[in-house]
């Protein structure tokens, strides 16, 4: 197929480019490259892309929606990956302008686009932050996600919104996939176990949120991108067993579906630290401090119906999954 990625030079967007060239699909990889975090891992995981035959790439941003139409246009996409975004809650906080163009208005572009060019299916990224103030866990997909916590929240329940207005109004097959803490390899330098990591081999103390109290679903990125290419090959269509006297906000009489894609094993944070010191071979300097403003207390994934629907079955410990980072972090920095 021809299969285009946004946030190509991403995190999962640049893991799961390379699977889908590997199976032999042609893939467009659409990426801005901006500076949110360190611009040079983004070069180095597009590197790896580069060479292979089937691989493009057009750097530009979801909000220039002339840049984006003109890669449509060229490249024709059966379908299509969004995972362009601006990420992170706690920077949600203090540059607000930055979500609203990248994942409302970037969202809206990437809608029309494939709306447009009749696109086969839209899988895109939205994330566990939405169930937002929800304490009953596991989450699961069928829960009101109506209490958002922090803006980049509330821009990711605005995206499932507007994909079930397209999935509706234009018959746009759309799939929300709700992403639980992805870690591992090339991973994002924003995220806590880079952080740690970084931190405790430099010998710098770390900043331990809710006396590293609370719990996360990390779910390790090969397990993410399994998931990822088991939904995008099946195109959702209507529910028929979608009740609109007792709505579900999981699916729809339109083609569209949302799935909760997590490892199903929440672990507290405390542990994952000690798990990281074991794999560093060095303890932490701890600076425990209160839950930051945005951000929520557990997380705890709920895949029923992606497992059901697709037969995705994580796999990956996190003591596994923690030593293949830190072994990838030492090779990849020389320390």
């Known amino acids: 197929m021809r299969v285009m990625v946004t946030g190509a030079a991403g995190f999962i967007g640049s893991a799961l480019s390379e699977r ?11 990426d801005n490259l901006n500076a949110y975090y360190d611009p040079t891992l983004k070069e180095a995981r597009r590197a790896r892309l580069t060479p292979h035959p ?6 530009a941003g979801l909000e220039d929606r002339t840049a984006l139409e003109a890669a449509f246009a060229d490249f024709r ?10 990420a992170g809650v706690r920077y949600s906080l203090e540059n607000p302008h930055a979500y609203i163009d990248s994942n409302i208005v970037g969202f809206t572009n990437i809608l029309e686009a494939c709306r447009h060019g009749g696109v086969e299916h839209l899988v895109y990224a939205s994330s566990s932050s939405v169930y937002g103030a929800n304490r009953k866990l596991p989450f699961s997909v069928q829960d009101p996600v109506d209490h958002p916590v922090s803006l980049y929240a509330a821009t990711k329940k605005a995206n499932e919104l507007m994909a079930h207005t397209y999935s509706h109004l234009f018959q746009l097959p759309t799939t929300g996939l709700r992403f639980f803490t992805v870690y591992g390899p090339w991973g994002r330098p924003d995220m806590a176990l880079f ?11 770390i900043d331990v949120f809710n ?9 390790y990125v090969d397990d993410i991108v399994e998931g990822v290419m088991r939904t995008l090959d099946r195109v959702p269509g209507a529910d028929a067993a979608f009740d609109p ?11 569209y579906r949302v799935y909760n894609i997590g490892n199903h094993q929440p672990v507290e944070l405390s542990h994952y630290i000690e798990v990281i010191e074991r794999c560093v071979g060095r303890k932490a300097e701890k600076r425990l401090l209160p839950l930051q403003p945005g951000d929520v207390p557990d997380t705890y994934a709920d ?33």
Not at 20 to 30: H, I, K
Not at 77 to 86: C, D, E, G, S, T
Not at 212 to 217: A, I, P, Q, V
Not at 245 to 255: D, V
């Open 20 to 30: 889908l060239l590997a199976r032999g699909d042609e893939v467009l990889g659409y």
């Open 54 to 59: 089937g691989f493009r790439f057009v750097r």
């Open 77 to 86: 996409p059966q379908r299509v990956v969004n995972l362009a975004a601006q």
């Open 195 to 205: 952080l740690f990591t970084r931190r405790i081999l430099a010998g710098e103390p």
């Open 211 to 219: 006396h590293g109290r609370h719990t996360r679903d990390f779910t």
């Open 245 to 255: 006297l007792q709505p579900t906000p999981a699916s729809s009489s339109a083609p």
């Open 303 to 335: 895949v029923t119906e992606l497992a059901r629907d697709t037969g995705y079955a994580p796999a990956t410990s996190v003591e596994d999954g923690v030593a293949r980072f830190v072994a990838w972090y030492r090779d990849y920095y020389g320390v």
